[in-house]
């Protein structure tokens, strides 16, 4: 019988979990309950992508009201791989959180950590169950809320300013997405999103449609930072807990780019999106000026997460560049980014955490000849940079090389070149690691430190080692992606 | 189309703008807040004004009425308002902590002492 709620146990688990957890008023308790739900979340995700395999579609009805008047949730190939993304790196950060959370968060406010945390992972799963767009909106906010509170936990007194600023971006962003579901729910009646894309053609109005698409773009794309919308993301990744920075970088931004496709292909429609407006080259300009810059600015960072943000921002408009193609090749090129990236930048903020933990802070001029001292860490991260650099035999050159196919099936073979230079790019920051990391000696420090512990290690680990083996073994996410474009091309939800 | 009788959309507008500007013009993050709420109020106002029918009444079923306002866009709001108000809540708790932290709450004050920090 349950088997039949799984998509509303998804977002309630956690959602009930988080005022558990103020009740509690215990940090390892709270702990607990977050591994119970994140495992919790994994184990449910994995069931719902089994049942929608092949194209499978659940609808279901909250409260039994009948869609379109009652919310739906709706899951199909699409969001059941994007909650998998999401509660799979939930589910091995939040054993890490544990000792970096003791670490960098003052103990009597641990408990609170683990309920933002919750309620974070109620919103990004939430966003990715729900068919209806105000539903979407109220789940964008719990997420983004919550986000801003766990940033601002961060020891710098600088995360209060990088939790202020994100909070003031990403209020925006989600006015504006606001502002378009509205103009959509003018025109249509319906708030319901396949009922949506079932009026939308018929609306004779299409200036009032166009100005939602413009809406709620930029409102996205202000959440999934993309450039050069991005500002908010540097300070934010490079000063939140070690913990949290995995878990958002790892997750947020892609949870958004879902909502980006799920708009463009299921409710306006392709055609609307990427025939009738030049949509494709606006996101593909933006996208390689995000991989090339970023980059570049990435070269240049004195503080190795600082780095690693603005790389973020890059493989964003990597994935952005896939979405931008407009074709299954490209459309899979992005979506398996999602999680190959996810995989990647989850366990290199995981690794770098393991060396603030030890040292305090993750800056280049601190941390030089730190292979010798702690040569698990140093060598997992130096595996995720070849994975950002797409080396052969990790996820990252699965990701580039359906871009590249992409490009050259539409005969744009500077595109394609302009993937492979841009790692050369990447080349180059992950290099400035290797430099520091193993051809300096350890200064006085340094030498004395010892590896992170195991429940930090292994976690990061088991990402590090997923870059690898989803590399090489490609039929699963590949196989997912491949359908989840294949169900975003059909059109119809 | 005429421009009296969307009178309700320009008062929208304004907002909108006015609250944007506000944002991204002041440097005092308590300001910046204000016009943050301004610009999510003016979304309330997009919402409900359109539901609103001259003549209609509440939707209540009985004979003497024929004409309803549609009451979704209420609800919907009211979701909206507790939204913002969780928002606005949490930003000023953040600038609290902001002036305990750096003694200042304009922006370019502290964004210098993290400059000459770094």
Not at chain 1, 343 to 363: H, M, N, S, W
Not at chain 2, 20 to 32: E, T
């Amino acid at each position: 019988m349950i088997s039949s709620h799984l998509p509303i146990l998804q977002v309630v688990v956690p959602l009930i979990a988080a005022p558990l957890m103020v009740l509690l008023r215990h940090g390892a308790l709270a702990w607990l309950l977050a591994v119970g739900i994140s495992w919790t979340a994994l184990a449910i995700a994995l069931a719902l992508l089994a049942e929608v395999a092949g194209g499978g579609l659940i609808s279901y009805a909250l409260g039994n009201w009948p869609p379109p008047w009652g919310i739906e949730y709706r899951v199909d190939s699409v969001n059941a791989y994007l909650a998998v993304i999401v509660s799979m790196v939930a589910a091995v950060v939040v054993v890490y959180m544990r000792r970096s959370v003791e670490a960098e968060v003052p103990r009597e406010r641990h408990y609170l950590f683990y309920t933002m945390y919750a309620l974070c992972l109620a919103g990004l799963l939430g966003i990715s169950m729900t068919g209806d767009a105000f539903n979407l909106f109220v789940f964008l906010e719990i997420s983004s809320l919550s986000t801003y509170v766990l940033i601002a936990l961060g020891r710098d007194r600088r995360a209060l300013m990088a939790g202020y600023q994100y909070l003031i971006m990403g209020t925006i962003g989600a006015t504006f997405f606001v502002i378009g579901v509205g103009l959509l729910y003018l025109e249509t009646g319906t708030l319901n999103l396949a009922d949506m894309a079932a009026r939308l053609p018929r609306v004779t109005d299409v200036r009032p449609v166009l100005a939602a698409l413009a809406f709620i773009t930029v409102g996205i794309s202000l959440k999934l930072a993309l450039f050069p919308l991005h500002l908010w993301l540097p300070n934010a990744y490079a000063y939140a807990p070690s913990a949290v920075t995995a878990f958002i970088a790892a997750t947020a931004t892609k949870v958004m780019v879902y909502v980006l496709l799920r708009f463009y292909y299921s409710v306006f429609g392709e055609s609307a999106v990427f025939s009738a407006l030049p949509m494709g080259g606006i996101l593909l300009a933006l996208s390689l000026a995000a991989i090339f810059i970023a980059s570049v600015v990435a070269i240049f960072q004195d503080n190795v997460k600082r780095m690693f943000a603005y790389s973020s921002v890059a493989q964003i408009g990597y994935i952005t560049l896939g979405v931008s193609f407009d074709s299954a090749t490209g459309l899979t090129a992005g979506i398996v980014h999602l999680f190959n990236h996810a995989l990647t930048k989850g366990g290199l903020f995981l690794l770098l955490g393991g060396i603030a933990l030890r040292l305090g802070a993750v800056r280049f001029d601190a941390i030089g000849g730190i292979g010798r001292a702690m040569p698990l860490t140093s060598f997992g991260i130096v595996l995720g940079g070849l994975s950002l650099i797409g080396v052969p035999a990790t996820v990252g050159f699965v990701s580039k090389w359906y871009l590249v196919l992409a490009a050259l099936e539409r005969g744009e073979g500077w595109i394609a070149f302009a993937v492979v230079a841009s790692s050369l790019l990447a080349v180059a920051y992950v290099w400035r690691f290797v430099e520091v990391a193993y051809f300096r000696e350890p200064a006085g420090k340094i030498a004395e430190l010892k590896e992170a512990p195991a429940s930090m290690l292994v976690p990061a680990w088991l990402m590090i080692a997923g870059c690898v083996y989803f590399g090489l073994d490609t039929a699963l996410t590949l196989g997912g992606a491949g359908d989840a474009a294949k169900v975003l091309l059909r059109g119809t939800w | 189309m005429n421009i009296a009788s969307h009178y309700s959309y320009w008062a929208t507008i304004f907002l909108t703008v006015g609250g944007l500007y506000i944002v991204i013009a002041r440097g005092n993050l308590v300001k910046k807040l204000i016009g943050l709420a301004i610009f999510q109020t003016s979304v309330y106002l997009l919402y409900i004004a359109p539901g609103k029918l001259i003549g209609g009444t509440a939707p209540i079923v009985a004979e003497q009425f024929q004409v309803y306002s549609n009451p979704l866009p209420h609800v919907l709001i009211l979701t909206a308002i507790v939204v913002g108000v969780a928002t606005l809540a949490l930003g000023l708790a953040l600038v609290v902590r902001i002036r305990e932290a750096y003694g200042s709450i304009e922006e370019d004050e502290i964004l210098a002492q993290d400059r000459d920090a770094a």
